[in-house]
């Protein structure tokens, strides 16, 4: 899994665990350490005590924990899991009118979902990558708003404009980051 880090608005490092991990070691200790996962801008807590665990073992993700677990009802050996899903009466009419009943028909449908929405999720979760970069780094940097107006509206030489004007290791990070959200852009439309 590639990281990259960042001494101030330096980025000292990229790529994976055991290159980060050198570099922060040798960064000055002056400047304030972020660590970020490379593809989601989640931040990372890298623990650099001297230790007998693998290094992967030293990795804290502080991205949001996910849901609890649900009970173990319906067919969990198979990864199915029940859920109450509230319909109108004509929905679940149609529902038990299909083959296999309303389990088979939203699975389907679920199914096709993702299908269809494949590249607009994609492009949201680039965007919202960099969206979570630029807040870490460059919230208070001259034309924060204007870089993520134009992130999201998917105006690729004004996102530029708007962030050439900040420290060269966010920029080139930040260009990375849009480049992806603005080619998935292209793709989705």
């Known amino acids: ?102 389990s088979v028909a939203l699975r389907k449908l679920v199914e096709a979902a993702r299908k269809a929405q494949a590249p607009q999720d994609q492009l949201r979760a680039a965007q919202e990558s960099a969206y979570r970069f630029l807040s870490a780094m460059a919230g208070n940097l001259p034309r924060f708003e204007d870089a993520t107006r134009a992130l999201f509206a998917h105006r690729p030489d004004e996102f530029t404009a708007a962030i050439a004007a900040w420290p060269a290791g966010i920029c080139r990070h930040a260009q990375t980051l849009a480049a992806t959200a603005f080619s998935l852009k292209t793709e989705a439309a």
């Not at 050198?22 to 002056?30: I, K, V």
């Not at 970020?36 to 990372?44: E, G, K, L, R």
């Not at 502080?62 to 004509?90: D, F, S």
């Open 1 to 102: 899994m590639p990281y990259v880090a960042f001494a101030g608005s330096e980025l000292i490092a990229s790529g994976d665990l055991p290159a980060i991990t050198d570099a922060l070691l040798a960064a000055p200790s002056t400047e304030p350490i972020l660590v970020f996962d490379a593809v989601t801008s989640y931040p990372v807590e890298i623990d650099l005590r001297p230790s007998t665990f693998a290094p992967t073992a030293r990795i804290c993700s502080l991205r949001p924990a996910p849901p609890p677990a649900p009970n173990k009802v319906g067919r969990p050996k198979l990864g199915v899991v029940a859920r109450e899903v509230t319909l109108l009466p004509r929905h679940w009419e149609w529902l038990n009118e299909q083959p296999g009943g309303a």
